[in-house]
């Protein structure tokens, strides 16, 4: 039988496969295709098959002459950026032995891939954890914050934070509330293909952020990722008002009720701000001196619950013993909550479980809908839900960043009371509620 990560060559009665084998299972031999999807072949339908060799990772010459490149010393007049690693498909490459993409790169593995960072800074890179991003908890954001602060610290004129694209808009909120008055750029780059393919989006995302730092006046927390399927420009999207959008797309992360801040051309070298620049230099001088490290509480239960037809109380009781809760409302602000004929009478108790968990802790609301703001006011069911006491009327942040935001005021000002968290949540803090609701910003 052939070994994991050999190139095989399979022959069945109708199809012929070439790719990486992986394993052997009971009827099916399992292999990785060139276009990175596993398939099974059925052991009684081959007629033929041959190993065409052993996979290989790097070329040796090709890696020694990164090697001699990484060591260089560094140029004083370019700007120095930090890259903090903490894992994902950015810095993930397939592994050979199983044919899956779950291998990571060491820290510097990953500056080598990309030599052409060098020519716009000096590059410093540690790894500060190596995880697919969906196992994050409160914790990590913590973690991530002190490295920032202690990059900050070291004099460092920008931070890159390369993550998993599945929760990269939830942490990038996170640090934008925990970094308070950072003075200097941090930008989150993902990718949704490894740092190993032909086809990854790594190189660009990463080129872009670096480009951006060294060359505009932004601080403050950004993402960073493709505009759109093609390598041409990236944009630098605002952290509480961001979302990823697909699941697979190069351009699926989009700005939500907000404009992207800018458009970054790597090629040409050309950053053009779409929504206004208020990060002017004197500003981020000003700022450097006052960060201040606001940090979550790790043991905090905060749920996010997502209303839907024939709901169930006890969906949201569920959430009795949490510290908090959001609640994702249908339309412009609405639950399940009245009785309307024989079939409906569960949507008061509904209304009735808002309200109790709204006496114990702070029950908030987000648009379901992704896009548009929050209006209670309208139809009967929101002004049932404000008299229930829930929180956040007239807001638009996205789910994920009324999570965040809760979380984090709940780790920061609860001891200041129930009238100040909500008198936080609904104001805009790190440009996480729009002013106004501009048409340019919806599908954008
Ligand atoms: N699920 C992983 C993560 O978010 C991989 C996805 C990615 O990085 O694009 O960390």
Redesign the pocket.
Known sequence: MFKQGEKVDIVTASQQFKGVFIKEEKDFLIIKLSNGYNIGIAKRNIKEQKSLGMTKEEGKEEKELKDKEAKEKPNSKLPTIAILHT????A?KVDYSTGAVIAQFTEEEIIKLFPELKQTANITSRLIRN????MIRLAHYNIMAKAVEEEAKKGVDGVILT??????HYTAAALSFALESIGIPVILV???RSSDRGSTDASQNLLAAAEFIANSEFSGVAICMHEKTADENCLILPACKTRKMHTSRRDAFRPINALPIARVNVEKKKIDFIASDKHEKDKKEKEKKKLTLKLFNEKLKIGLVKPHIHMFASEILAYKDFDGLIIELLGIGHVPSMKVDEFTEENEHIIKAIAELAKKMPVAVAPQTIYGRINMNVYTPGKQLLEAGVIGNYTDMTPETAFIKLAWLLSNYEKEGKEKIKELFEKNLRGEISERSEKESFLN
């Open positions: 894992g994902g498909t950015i993930s995880m697919q991003s969906e993550h998993g694209t599945d929760t990269l993902g990718s949704q």
